[in-house]
């Protein structure tokens, strides 16, 4: 099971958005829709940021938004702000034998 | 406030067996909501689920990590487990223990421990 594709990087000014793209297949973004995304900055365990493609846990700024379409999920934030520079991950439940798939990992920097 | 703590030893040698204990507070690992999983994450790279228990004694594995890994639960002290066998240095990362409620939905993290594979 090949892990989820990102882009290895995304950068952005303050206060602009940016997307952040995750490809699957027809084993798992394709047909489900149980797709998360977290952002781990250096040193620090992951925080869960959105689940069930577009869901926000509480506590989370509403400036984080999921989407899926087809085969890709995609996490936007909105309003960049410093705090927002770190890795983001995705993942999703895949029907092959890994059950568990994360992503390749995106790098976000705020210029 | 769930809370996550992983603990155990930091450096194994090759061909011997990791062991990793996760002692949960603020939830129950007898809880039907939540699974329990472990996550690792080689130094400077992507992360990589290893499998998980449910409160039924259940557990689901990576087809990449099953012929090695077993996942059990200790519901007396609150903890699960992680064992490892047949290490190697590939298998040197940092471990987390999380909770899932079902569907990648990891919302509580272990700050995660460094375990080595070397002589």
């Known amino acids: 099971q090949s892990a989820l594709a990102q882009p290895a990087s995304v950068s952005g000014s303050p206060g602009q958005s940016i997307t952040i793209s995750c490809a699957g297949s027809s084993s798992d973004l394709g047909v489900y829709d149980y797709v998360s995304w977290y952002q781990q900055h250096p040193g620090k365990a992951p925080k869960l940021m959105i689940y069930?493609?577009?869901d926000r846990p509480s506590g989370v700024s509403t400036r984080f938004s999921g989407s899926k379409s087809g085969n890709t999920a995609s996490l936007t934030i909105s309003g960049l702000q410093p705090e927002d520079e770190a890795d983001y991950y995705c993942?999703?439940?895949?029907?092959?034998?890994?059950?568990?798939?994360f992503g390749t990992g995106t790098k976000v920097t705020v210029l | 406030q769930v809370q996550l703590q992983e603990s155990g030893p930091g450096l194994v040698e090759p061909s011997e067996t990791l062991s990793l204990t996760c002692t949960v507070s603020g939830d129950s690992v007898s809880s039907d909501t939540s699974y329990w999983s472990w996550i690792r994450q080689p130094p400077g790279r992507g992360l990589e689920w290893i499998g998980y228990i449910f409160h039924t004694g259940s557990s689901n594995y990576n087809a990449s990590l099953s012929s090695r890994v077993t996942i059990s639960l200790d519901t007396s002290k609150n903890q699960f487990s992680l064992t490892l066998s047949a290490v190697t240095a590939a298998d040197t990362a940092v471990y987390f223990c999380?909770?899932?409620?079902?569907?990648?939905?990891?919302?509580?993290w272990g700050q995660g421990t460094l375990v080595t594979v070397s002589s």
């Open positions: 999380a909770r899932d409620r079902m569907g990648a939905t990891f919302d509580h």
């Open positions: 993942t999703s439940y895949t029907s092959s034998s890994a059950f568990y798939v």
């Open positions: 069930r493609v577009g």
